[in-house]
């Protein structure tokens, strides 16, 4: 079973960035999509943005867009996930999810069947 693995979370100050990762350790890997969420403590998982894995067409939050950058390289199994202008609001745990569906609602918890463990960010004033 394929596990999903996050990296690069860290400490940053406001207006700073920081690179996220994710993983996958099987060999083999081919999700219709891949995406990143995030949750701070108190609220609700909210969607942060999604790519296809084949075509890579990419879908992002209007909260983030402008700012951060999904991107994915099938040759490593990874996907990444570029932030920058952080400001302290982006604070959170950041999971990665991957999806067999490819029914473009990917701004959905739901459709992800594959978690990663998390990767904490903390932005600073």
């Known amino acids: 079973q394929v596990q999903l693995v996050e990296s690069g979370g860290g400490l940053v100050q406001a207006g700073g960035s920081l690179r996220l990762s994710c993983a996958a350790s099987v060999r083999t890997f081919s999700p219709y999509a891949m995406g990143w969420f995030r949750q701070a403590p108190g609220k609700e998982r909210e969607f942060v943005a999604a790519?296809?894995?084949?075509?890579?067409?990419?879908y992002y939050s209007a909260s983030v867009k402008g700012r951060f950058t999904i991107s994915r390289d099938n040759g490593k199994n990874t996907v990444y996930l570029q932030m920058n202008s952080l400001n302290p609001v982006d604070t959170a745990n950041y999971y990665c999810?991957?999806?067999?569906?490819?029914?473009?609602?990917?701004?959905?918890?739901?459709?992800?069947?594959?978690w990663g463990q998390g990767t904490q960010v903390t932005v600073s004033s």
């Open positions: 790519v296809t894995w084949s075509g890579g067409t990419t």
């Open positions: 999810a991957s999806t067999p569906r490819g029914d473009s609602h990917y701004n959905v918890p739901g459709i992800y069947n594959t």
